[in-house]
């Protein structure tokens, strides 16, 4: 967070603290943690103030293409059966993200005509419910919908468009508080769910209230339900009961079924050994070695600068403000024309509003000035996977370990925190083994 953000973090506490007749912002601190209505309140104040609720429709279009392609298909055939389908969108905000699921059903799943189908929305946020409820949106939320579905699913209302009514009833909204409430809370319905999206509200919670949350999603869903959040909220946290699941558009976790328990035997257990964390790689694939340009070390200052725009850069983008995150970049490139890091950046922006090709252009610049950065090998991998070019997506792969093998085992690998390069080769080699689909709880990517 930059300086101008904590200060005006510090001086809206202080002044709430005031207001609530508290000894300090310690004391307000400490409000903002209970479980009473006014601690509630003031959640939602805080809440409201300082978290931007930038969404749109179909937005991340990555993860979508998964939802389509690979979870909503697996949950269809689960509930064959019981022709029953229960999904979650938790901190929806103004509603766009739960009304593009219900689109999605419509129009990819014509097969569910009869099912029961529940889709809950819920935020901190009663204003935004409110219009989330009024389904009234203006241009500015369609910035990634073409016209014919736009025109399809919405009608003019003044200046502004109207979410169809059949699709307006296939969501629930309610407000809950993820930290204070219970949950699971099957009086409110949210119990049981097949499939909980929980994108971009991690990013403003510490790690022990992101554990806390993402263990009552666990708890919540299904066995064999999905829980997905934005790309690197959850790296690097260990959810009992859950298992990180790799797929080109996204990782995503995944509650196992049940296991019966095993038979008894005689001989003592043998000491469980403990699972060391290795990372997905990103969401984000084929260039051969080229001679990558010598950079001059920067001058003196320039590298501190230059970690402050990437940070910056990277806080606006968890935020939504991808314009604004890659205005950053352009300004972190002016100040270092040959760092790699910015492209990186600008790359993971190219993907989210799902222009692969541009990505894949930024990650070649990313590991033709930076040979050694595995992290671009591993993304340029995900990408040429998912176009179906597998021989690509695995060659570059083994450049990313051949990479690897050339560190020492405990050296720390950018941008996954807390991950060696012992612990990515560990990854790889499941990978080529077969088990890349389903690894343990991976560590935290930072850029």
């Excluded at 307000?28 to 931007?52: N, P």
């Excluded at 929305?121 to 409110?130: P, Y």
């Excluded at 100040?335 to 070649?364: N, S």
Aim: one cysteine or more; a neutral charge.
């Amino acid at each position: 967070m930059r300086d101008r953000d904590l200060e005006a973090v510090q001086a809206w506490i202080e002044t709430r603290a005031m207001a609530c007749r508290l000894a300090d912002s310690n004391a307000y601190a400490d409000l903002l943690k209970q479980d009473s209505l006014q601690g509630s309140e003031e959640r939602e104040r805080f809440t409201a103030r300082f978290t931007t609720g930038e969404t749109y429709f179909f937005r991340d279009l990555g993860q979508l293409d998964l939802l389509v392609r690979h979870l909503l298909p697996e949950l269809i055939r689960r509930h064959a059966a019981d022709r029953r389908l229960r999904l979650w969108s938790a901190g929806c905000a103004s509603g766009e993200e739960p009304y593009s699921l219900a689109i999605l059903l419509r129009e990819k799943f014509p097969q569910l005509a009869g099912w029961k189908l529940e889709i809950f929305a819920s935020d901190i946020n009663s204003q935004a419910l409110e219009q989330a409820r009024c389904g009234t949106y203006s241009d500015w939320s369609f910035r990634v919908v073409d016209e014919s579905r736009k025109h399809m699913h919405f009608r003019r209302n003044g200046g502004k468009w109207q979410i169809a009514p059949e699709i307006q009833a296939m969501v629930q909204f309610l407000r809950t508080d993820l930290y204070a409430d219970a949950i699971p809370d099957p009086a409110m319905g949210l119990a049981n769910f097949d499939l909980i999206i929980c994108r971009n509200v991690f990013i403003y919670m510490d790690s022990k209230a992101v554990a806390g949350i993402a263990t009552k999603f666990a708890a919540a869903l299904n066995d064999g339900g999905y829980l997905v959040t934005g790309h690197s909220e959850l790296l690097g946290c260990y959810v009992h009961g859950l298992q990180t699941r790799v797929f080109p558009e996204s990782v995503v976790m995944h509650k196992q079924r049940a296991k019966p328990p095993a038979m008894a035997v005689e001989s003592r257990p043998a000491a469980e050994k403990p699972v060391r964390p290795v990372p997905a790689p990103p969401r984000i694939g084929s260039l051969p070695p080229l001679p990558a340009p010598t950079p001059k070390p920067p001058p003196p200052g320039v590298e501190e600068q230059l970690d402050g725009l990437l940070q910056q850069a990277r806080g606006l983008a968890d935020r939504g403000r991808a314009v604004e995150a890659g205005q950053v970049c352009e300004q972190a490139l002016a100040l270092a024309p040959l760092a790699p890091w910015p492209y990186f950046l600008l790359a993971q922006l190219a993907l989210e509003r799902g222009d692969a090709p541009q990505a894949k252009t930024l990650l070649k610049k990313v590991v033709y000035l930076e040979p050694a950065l595995v992290a671009g090998w591993l993304e340029l991998g995900a990408l040429y996977e998912r176009e179906g070019r597998a021989t690509d997506a695995q060659r570059m792969r083994q450049t990313a370990r051949r990479e690897l093998i050339r560190l020492p085992g405990d050296t720390p690998v950018r941008p996954f925190e807390n991950t060696t390069a012992a612990d990515l080769l560990t990854y790889l080699e499941q990978e080529s083994g077969g088990a890349a689909g389903q690894v343990p709880a991976t560590a935290r990517l930072s850029a």
